[in-house]
């Protein structure tokens, strides 16, 4: 007899098995790409998930944006039944993730792509299909002569003027690490750095909370000129905001931007055909035009446009112009590096 | 239940009709609570080894305390602004025609209608070196170069009051709304003047209001991380921002739990000060 008990209960857990598709379905969810926020979700969204689809019969795919940090949380709270398959990965957090055994190793013998791949992106954790590149960023308007290395920053008609981030962020903490490099420091050894934060004090206009704040601190007029992501600014640039990249001649900071499969990913096999096409020239030459503007890593890619007009015309170029960074040595000292940061720099 | 054959006493209920809400409240309220606390009582980053070290070390660093004082200070601040600049449309809001009462609401309400994220980018475009006030006062003469306003502490304030300025007036207008008029009236015409009238008459009757309007503007302005991050920039730290740092890019855990635990509490503290106020204002109103 249905009375209203029943009635309830039944209700419920169909909602529940609504609500909770996993519940019923364990096999059938489909593949989920945790990408980054922002330009990339919108290039991967128009040409990398297309192209997925396209050579895997239109297989059901589902776009996660979410900061590399908040994907290591979500898969660590979840290991056994990951909500992620794929995750998108800048340097320091990839180390971390492997670190955490939450990757599966790439199966490099099954891929046709990764030997293409230069050198710097052949991880066998997780191929990087895309390069970051981090140099100076400007306002041509207010600034006549281009920069041309990291030490302009430094310069006193910028007084007021230069715009940084704090460590939170991949490029804050990169770009410091130059620094240090500049002055006689390394990866391992930060103090020059900070000794050159602290003179900088007075060009610092704003330190700002992350990158795409920094990027909009262009558009209000608020700084001139700071160190900035390539993409970032392709971004704004192509709204009409003033701002020029130039690589500094200490050589352009490059992120591997690494791609991994998720451990017990009940995906696997998608898993892998998305890198593949994410490595797969086709994809890397689209993503290479405006208005993405992504440095491919597939050296089948012949480099054209604004890349090879600012950064490099060929892959040769383009390491000799690029600096790599030791994200491991970094990784060890990072959160001694963010509490200092936390209390020194007040402005 | 197998209480409805016994007479019921009116003013007493069965809890059963609460409890779907108690229940809901223990799987997605108590249950969390407990997994962090659990959590914050590790020493180290991974969670393998118990102890208190998480807390010892939050609470014997200056550079943390200062974190939370600076965080609470600037609720106050906050608060205090909110109540300054609400205090005034609120008691407008009962001395004008239905027309203008209308107004006030809608421009009350209006912030409420817009997501946090644009009125605190609405506050970076106004605030900024080229900003509506940077350049109307260099138009005017009155300054010469842009002065500082956004990434500084007076521009968190100002903005945080804006954002959370509804959470002050709308129980200001309720409170303000339940003084019966007559009161003002028979002070006046007993010989106390106007400001005499507001400080004996006005402002006590209004207590149970301004209290619950601090309390929710302050729990507000301490923990909104969006606006303090993005008005005050990345030198300035305040607790949720910490606890985001601890967790996020640094995915130390138990510390950022120890944070939360320490931080969950100073705010409790702060909101039953605020609740013994009340109750005391509510014996002082009635007097």
């Given at each position: 007899m249905i009375n209203r008990r029943t009635l309830l209960t039944t209700a419920l857990t169909l909602g529940a098995m609504k609500a909770f598709p996993g519940l019923s379905y364990?096999?059938?969810r489909p593949l989920v790409f945790a990408t980054f926020t922002g330009s990339w979700e919108e290039a991967h969204k128009a040409v990398l998930v297309p192209a997925f689809r396209k050579a895997n019969a239109d297989a059901s795919i589902v776009l996660d944006p979410m900061l590399s940090v908040d994907q290591i949380a979500k898969v660590n709270a979840a290991?056994?039944?990951?909500?992620?398959?794929v995750m998108l990965h800048d340097p320091g957090p990839a180390l971390v993730a492997i670190g955490q055994d939450i990757v599966e190793p790439f199966p490099v013998e099954k891929s046709t792509h990764y030997k293409d791949l230069i050198a710097e992106a052949q991880e066998p954790t997780g191929p990087a299909p895309f390069f970051q590149v981090v140099g100076l960023t400007y306002n041509p308007d207010t600034i006549k002569t281009p920069p041309?290395?990291?030490?302009?920053?430094?310069?006193?008609?910028f007084k007021g003027k230069v715009g940084i981030t704090n460590l939170n962020s991949t490029l804050g903490t990169g770009w410091l690490v130059e620094v240090a490099k500049m002055h006689g420091g390394s990866e391992a050894n930060i103090d020059p750095g900070f000794k050159a934060l602290e003179a900088l004090k007075p060009n610092l206009a704003a330190v700002a909370a992350n990158p795409g704040a920094l990027a909009t601190l262009f558009q209000q007029g608020q700084i001139d000129i700071s160190p900035g992501n390539f993409n970032a600014i392709q971004i704004l640039k192509a709204r009409g905001v003033p701002v020029e990249f130039v690589a500094p001649k200490e050589g352009a900071i490059a992120f591997k931007t690494t791609i991994h499969v998720v451990k017990n990913s009940p995906n696997k096999e998608l898993a892998f055909k998305l890198i593949e096409a994410s490595l797969s020239p086709e994809v890397q030459t689209t993503l290479m035009?405006?208005?993405?503007l992504i440095v491919p890593t597939n050296s089948k890619v012949p480099m054209g446009g604004e890349i090879a007009r600012?950064?490099?015309?060929?892959t040769a170029e383009l390491k000799k112009k690029f600096v790599f960074q030791d994200w491991k040595k970094i990784n060890e000292q990072r959160s001694a590096w963010i509490e200092r940061f936390n209390r020194e720099i007040k402005l | 239940m197998a209480a409805a054959s016994v007479p019921r006493d009116?003013?007493?209920?069965?809890?059963g009709l609460a409890a779907p809400l108690t229940l809901f409240f223990l799987v997605f309220f108590v249950a969390p609570l407990v997994q962090l606390f659990v959590l914050s009582l590790h020493n180290d980053a991974a969670g393998a080894v118990w102890g208190i070290g998480q807390y010892v070390h939050f609470l014997t660093d200056p550079f943390s305390l200062g974190v939370l004082g600076s965080t609470l200070l600037l609720g106050a601040e906050v608060t205090a602004l909110c109540l300054v600049l609400g205090f005034p449309i609120a008691w407008l809001y009962h001395r004008v025609g239905s027309r203008a009462q209308t107004l006030i609401i809608l421009i009350v309400l209006l912030p409420l209608l817009t997501s946090v994220v644009v009125r605190t980018f609405a506050w970076i475009v106004i605030l900024g070196r080229q900003g509506i006030i940077n350049s109307t006062l260099l138009s005017i003469g009155a300054i010469d170069t842009p002065i500082r306003l956004l990434y500084t502490q007076a521009g968190v304030v100002l903005a945080l009051a804006q954002v959370q300025m509804p959470l002050m007036t709308l129980p200001l207008i309720t409170a303000l709304g339940r003084i019966d008029m007559n009161l003002e009236d028979a002070s006046c015409s007993l010989g106390a003047g106007s400001w005499r009238t507001f400080w004996k008459i006005v402002l006590p009757l209004s207590l149970p209001g301004v209290i619950a309007g601090c309390t929710l503007t302050y729990a507000a302005a301490i923990t909104a991380f969006i606006t303090q991050s993005l008005i005050?920039?990345?030198?300035?730290?305040f607790m949720p921002m910490y606890l985001y740092q601890q967790a996020?890019?640094?995915?130390n855990w138990p510390f950022a739990s120890a944070i939360s635990i320490i931080f969950l509490l100073a705010v409790l503290a702060v909101v039953t000060v605020f609740g013994t106020l009340g109750r005391l204002s509510r014996g002082y109103g009635g007097a």
């Open positions: 364990a096999q059938a290991r056994g039944n990951p909500p992620i398959d041309t290395s990291w030490a302009d920053l430094w310069k006193p008609e035009k405006s208005p993405y600012v950064l490099a015309k060929d | 009116v003013t007493s209920y069965s809890i005050g920039g990345g030198q300035m730290l996020s890019t640094l995915q």
